[in-house]
């Protein structure tokens, strides 16, 4: 039910579905100065989203901060990969993969391993029933490319029945205790999301350390356009970085970080 309702209102509050709201409230509502208000506010709105200054400030404030490759002083037994964007395969009859927008997670994961700072490589999370079922998961589709780039494959662990990151830490859990009883682990995931996802594994008595991947915000000179035209990415950038607060903020509330 959590699972249920916690999809079902991260749509309801997304900054673009608010705008939506406010548009349709404008254009339906009888009275002129309601119409006026839900007008100018889904205006607003649309402009906040979309300015590329005030979504890159945000996203630098919330990212994790990055740790370099050479600043590791010692080996994992462990890089845990958090799944989720990882493959973006169109067809379960393509005989080629297709990344996905966070597909720097297993990349990096990759290189660790390549870079000995990891022994292992536990990728963690579900697909959806069709894919799991026609063997297409993302988890399967990142371990076959982890194998062809040299991987081998005893040394890639699945973990494929969380759906969300409280289960992520869960379940990973439960293997890596199993495992690896007081191991050492990396945890791997992208920026805008280690903060929930090192709380999850912490609350669920996993002690790892952070390597952050999959960086959307830029330190940059900002030209004029920067700051007055609107940019279409920065409304997915804002909904991502929304969602991430939200959830981030239930977790709390419900014990799960």
């Known amino acids: 039910m959590f699972y249920f309702l916690s999809k079902t209102i991260n749509f309801l509050v997304m900054p673009f579905s608010i705008c939506l709201i406010l548009l349709l409230i404008g254009i339906l509502s009888q009275h002129k100065k309601r119409k006026k208000i839900a007008l100018l506010l889904c ?5 906040f989203i979309s300015n590329t200054y005030i979504v890159n ?17 010692k080996t994992y037994d462990v890089g845990i990969v958090l799944s989720g964007g990882l493959m973006n ?4 009859n393509s005989d080629h993969p297709g990344l996905g927008a966070n597909a720097d997670r297993f990349f990096h994961a990759y290189w660790l391993y ?7 490589i536990l990728i963690s999370g579900i697909s959806s029933a069709s894919w ?6 993302e988890t399967k589709q990142a371990a076959q490319l982890l194998v062809q780039w040299g991987v081998p494959a005893s040394d890639i662990i699945f973990e494929e029945r969380s759906r969300n990151t409280y289960e992520n830490a869960i379940f990973s859990g439960r ?4 495992l690896f009883p007081k191991g050492d682990y990396l945890l791997i995931t992208s920026a805008f999301h280690m903060k929930r996802s090192y709380a999850c ?11 952050p991947a999959n960086f959307y915000g830029i330190n940059y000179d900002l030209e004029m356009r920067d700051y007055l035209v609107p940019d279409g990415n920065m409304i997915r950038y804002t909904n991502m970085l929304w969602h991430e607060w939200i959830g981030y903020l239930t977790y709390k509330a419900v014990g799960y970080c």
């Not at 400030?57 to 600043?71: C, I, M, P, S, T």
């Not at 395969?89 to 379960?92: A, G, L, M, Q, S």
């Not at 293997?175 to 199993?178: A, D, T």
């Open 43 to 47: 205006l607003g709105g649309m402009f």
């Open 57 to 73: 400030k945000a996203l630098l404030w919330w990212e994790y901060k990055l740790v370099n490759v050479q600043d590791i002083q």
């Open 89 to 92: 395969t169109p067809k379960f």
């Open 201 to 211: 594994f912490t609350k669920a008595g996993i002690a790892v350390d952070a390597f």
């Open 114 to 120: 390549k870079k000995g700072k990891i022994k292992k």
């Open 132 to 137: 799991m079922e026609n063997n297409k998961g």
């Open 175 to 178: 293997i890596l205790n199993k």
